[in-house]
């Protein structure tokens, strides 16, 4: 169980990292709805993963 909450934290680490590495990109064609649109990407890549790496260890222990 300590194991699978040390994951999930560092799931959420992975998110802010992204976050915080897509807002610090400076662009002189900088877009709101580009932004937007990034961080929903990575967003939606990454929450299917995690859930699909969460339930696998779920079985594995």
Same mark, same amino acid.
């Given at each position: 169980?300590?194991?699978?909450?040390? +994951?999930?934290? $560092?799931?959420?680490?992975?998110? @802010?990292? *992204?976050?915080?590495?897509?807002?610090?990109?400076?662009?002189?064609? !900088?877009?709101?709805?580009?932004? +937007?649109?990034? $961080?929903?990407?990575?967003?939606? @890549?990454? *929450?299917?993963?995690?859930?699909?790496?969460?339930?696998?260890?779920? !079985?594995?222990?």
């Amino acid at each position: 169980m300590t194991f699978l909450l040390i +994951f999930t934290g $560092l799931i959420c680490v992975i998110g @802010l990292v *992204i976050t915080l590495i897509y807002i610090n990109i400076t662009d002189s064609s !900088y877009s709101s709805e580009k932004s +937007f649109r990034n $961080l929903s990407w990575a967003y939606l @890549l990454l *929450i299917p993963i995690a859930i699909f790496i969460v339930i696998g260890l779920a !079985y594995l222990l």
